[in-house]
């Protein structure tokens, strides 16, 4: 079991790796350096020559990258262009955030999507069973920076009860002032991230649920005297939830591209906007930095879910 | 076996979306062509103006215009205004089904012809992305090994990646066009593919025609090219239904966040960025593309599935 774990974590260093050298590989490769992408282009040779040096770039491509997977290793992650300050200190303040809307909306994807799938499979081929999977269709294909937009239409400029944008008002406030201020302005993004994330939830969960209900020993609890609904929570919602667990790290990629268009839609200030802002000003090392730390957290959730699913499920323990 | 009814449906209304997209520019003006900017700005849908051009070129969108005599009395923006008929070179009646923007523009032609380019380049990426995945896929299980270990690898790392941040980076670094647009979409997609081939691939080597076709002779290329390559397009074709939508997805969020089409061109994206900082005046710049964009991604959806419905009641 430990060699199994072990082996895990090994294989997902190695994505890691290969994901570093490979964005290193395509900033390096790619036309034109960072003299010529930063610099003034009106610069004399001889000074430009001088940058190239002062960058490093006069060094051969493997002297380079060593340097460089050195200095990654020890959490420097170079100076960004377009802040002139270290990327390790920008990504610290943007993480809490983008953790903090991230795993609210998760949170209210999983529960929205279970909830969702349960009233289904209590009546499945019922009129509320088909309303119900049309909608949550129509949630797996929505945009999600369409469905935050009219969101912010409908509740902040038509009703005028939800603020539109940023995570606190301007004015500063503390105490439990500050608190509903945060909480009333996590509403709309929270609320995008859940609703366009729970309906593919809402249709796996639904699919295995009608499966899990057919089997022997859900017939077995209703025997017994089980009623329905207790049949369906207490004994298939279980089992039907189990590959959830696995079906929700392999959807982590996704929660991460759809939390960064929130956050572009919502100006709030996480690591989405922050990479945003940086891919408008092409500030390289930001966003090699930004790939590397969405790519590690990919993969530690991916890690987590299998541990997960390995400490739930006794049948798919190695 | 029929076609499920409701993939059927979608099948139609895909059709129909792409029907549009192709012959829609033909029928209305190109979303450039503005009369008078300041008189039809943020029109709300079926708004009708009356579009004087006038002998200098310059265009009048009034609400309502009279002629007395041979002049012209007209309101615009309000206001009464007398237009000498002589100056007059035509009038016509416009009417803007689903408003405009902020500039004038006409929100239905924009979509119209926004919608060829989320379409194209949705196909384009699909393109791209399925021909390097099957291409990846083949090669590592036909040549299995260490191409298949490092292949499937590479595959696994890229798929770690969220699209949107890799998308970004490749964007920084390489100046945004068309051609561009869809390869950097199908750089980012097509580890699914490779899967799928390279599962399809193993499990046809098996198979006894593929014995058969050694114990004859084929040569490797024939058998792969003529016998195993085919048997695999069914799978495919499914699988790239069920990624256009996504990729159209994509394709949008990337012009939504400016990185993708280059105005004065659009896509539905674009058109939603627009919509965005003029969500306070008009509701009509985001629900109508959002409305479309929608409707496209679930129809390719439900196609795939009925494909996939098919094609197990095939087999």
């Known amino acids: ?318 | 076996m029929r076609w499920p009814p409701l993939a059927r449906r979608s099948a139609l209304a895909l059709a129909v979306v792409a029907a549009l997209a192709v012959v829609g520019p033909l029928l209305c003006q190109p979303p450039d062509a503005i009369s008078d900017p300041a008189a039809t700005a943020l029109l709300a849908p079926g708004s009708r103006r009356l579009v004087l051009t006038l002998a200098d070129g310059t265009t009048l969108a009034a609400e309502q215009a009279v002629q007395v005599g041979g002049d012209w009395e007209i309101r615009r923006l309000g206001k009464l205004r007398a237009v000498p008929g002589g100056d007059v070179r035509g009038v016509e009646s416009r009417r803007y089904w689903l408003g405009t923007d902020a500039l004038g523009r006409d929100v239905l032609a924009r979509l119209l012809w926004g919608g060829r380019v989320s379409l194209a380049l949705g196909l384009l990426a699909l393109a791209v992305s399925t021909l390097l995945g099957a291409a990846v896929g083949l090669a590592a299980s036909w040549v299995g090994g260490a191409v298949d270990a490092t292949l499937m690898r590479l595959a696994d790392a890229v798929l770690a990646v969220p699209m949107l941040v890799l998308v970004l980076l490749l964007t920084a670094l390489l100046r945004p066009s068309l051609g561009v647009l869809a390869v950097v979409i199908g750089l980012g997609s097509w580890m699914g593919v490779a899967r799928l081939m390279r599962a399809q691939v193993q499990a046809l080597k098996q198979r006894d025609f593929v014995l058969g076709l050694r114990a004859i002779g084929a040569s490797p290329a024939r058998i792969l090219l003529r016998h195993i390559v085919p048997n695999t397009l069914a799978p495919l074709g499914q699988d790239a239904a069920l990624r256009l939508g996504d990729l159209i997805l994509i394709e949008s969020s990337l012009s939504f966040l400016g990185f993708g089409v280059q105005p004065p061109a659009a896509s539905w994206g674009s058109l939603l960025a627009d919509g965005q900082a003029a969500l306070g005046s008009g509701w009509w710049l985001v629900v109508f593309p959002g409305c479309l964009l929608a409707a496209t991604v679930l129809a390719a959806a439900l196609l795939a599935e009925g494909l996939q419905e098919r094609l197990r009641h095939l087999r």
Do not use: K
Request: with cysteine; hydrophobic share 55%.
């Open chain 1, 1 to 318: 079991m430990t060699r199994r774990v072990l082996g895990r974590i090994a294989a997902s260093l190695v994505v890691l790796w290969v994901v570093a050298t490979g964005t290193y590989g395509l900033v390096a490769l790619a036309p034109g350096d960072a003299s010529s992408r930063i610099a003034d282009p009106r610069l004399p040779a001889a000074a430009r020559e001088r940058w190239r040096r002062d960058f490093g770039l006069d060094r051969p491509l493997p002297a380079r990258y060593l340097g460089w997977l050195a200095a990654t290793l020890r959490g420097d992650l170079d100076v960004s262009w377009q802040h002139r300050r270290p990327v390790a200190g920008l990504l610290a303040e943007a993480l809490p955030p983008t953790v903090l809307l991230t795993s609210l909306g998760l949170l209210v994807e999983t529960l929205g999507g279970l909830a969702i799938a349960v009233v289904q499979a209590m009546r499945p081929r019922s009129r509320l069973d088909r309303w119900l999977g049309a909608a949550s269709l129509l949630g797996y294909a929505a945009p999600p920076f369409a469905v935050g937009l009219g969101l912010v239409w409908l509740f902040s400029y038509a009703l005028g009860w939800l603020p539109p944008s940023h995570m606190l008002s301007p004015a500063g406030q503390g105490g439990w002032a500050h608190g509903r201020d945060l909480a009333a302005h996590l509403v709309l993004p929270v609320a995008t991230i859940g609703l366009t994330g729970m309906g593919a939830l809402a249709r796996y969960t639904r699919g295995s649920l009608v499966e899990e209900r057919s089997q022997g020993y859900v017939l077995a609890a209703l025997a017994r005297g089980c009623s329905r609904r207790r049949a369906l929570l207490a004994h298939a919602l279980p089992n039907a939830a189990l590959p959830l667990v696995t079906v929700l790290g392999l959807s982590l990629p996704f929660l991460v591209s759809g939390s960064l268009l929130v956050e572009v839609v919502f100006a709030w200030p996480g690591m989405g906007q922050l990479l945003f802002q940086a891919a408008l000003a092409r500030d390289i090392p930001l966003l090699m930095a930004g790939t590397l730390v969405g790519t590690a957290a990919v993969v530690l959730g991916n890690v987590l879910a299998d541990l997960a699913a390995w400490w739930l499920d006794p049948r798919v323990r190695p």
